[in-house]
């Protein structure tokens, strides 16, 4: 079966906004960890909605590399937004990993690693990527 290039798009937003529910959610009461590994998975399918108008992401939780192959597509106007993207991506990339299974050599758990701070940058990284990913695909004709 030929995957649509639309749908993908769109499906990637979706997951895109439901993390970032989820990642408000995980804020208002104080569950950072929580907030940090639903901040990265938004940002990371924002990445994914703008590679998916090209072509199919790949499952790599940093999509940056892929996003950064694609500048050359992206309209001037938009493609700064693209490359903030991709550096947030890469920025959050591996709290993935962080936030699933802590600091094992340090002996701390995903919940005892982050801040508030740390909760509230990578939450603002989520909205950005997705604010960003709207109007970057609106710019290459997506209508949605």
Request: proline letters at 6%; a neutral charge; glycine letters at 4%.
């Amino acid at each position: 079966m030929k995957i649509n290039p639309l749908n993908e798009v769109l499906y990637r937003l979706k997951l895109a906004e439901h993390y970032l529910k989820d990642a408000n959610e995980a804020y208002k009461r104080g569950d950072f960890r929580g907030t940090v590994a639903s901040s990265q998975l938004s940002v990371e399918n924002s990445a994914k909605a703008v590679i998916a108008f090209f072509r199919v992401p790949s499952w790599s939780h940093n999509p940056s590399p892929e996003l950064r192959e694609l500048l050359a597509n992206i309209p001037l106007e938009v493609k700064s937004l693209a490359e903030k993207i991709a550096e947030m991506a890469e920025t959050l990339a591996p709290e993935h990993g962080r936030a699933t299974y802590g600091e094992p050599i340090r002996g701390l758990t995903p919940w005892e690693i982050y801040n508030r701070e740390e909760a509230e940058e990578a939450l603002n990284y989520a909205k950005k990527s997705l604010e960003y990913a709207h109007i970057i695909l609106r710019k290459l004709g997506v209508k949605y």
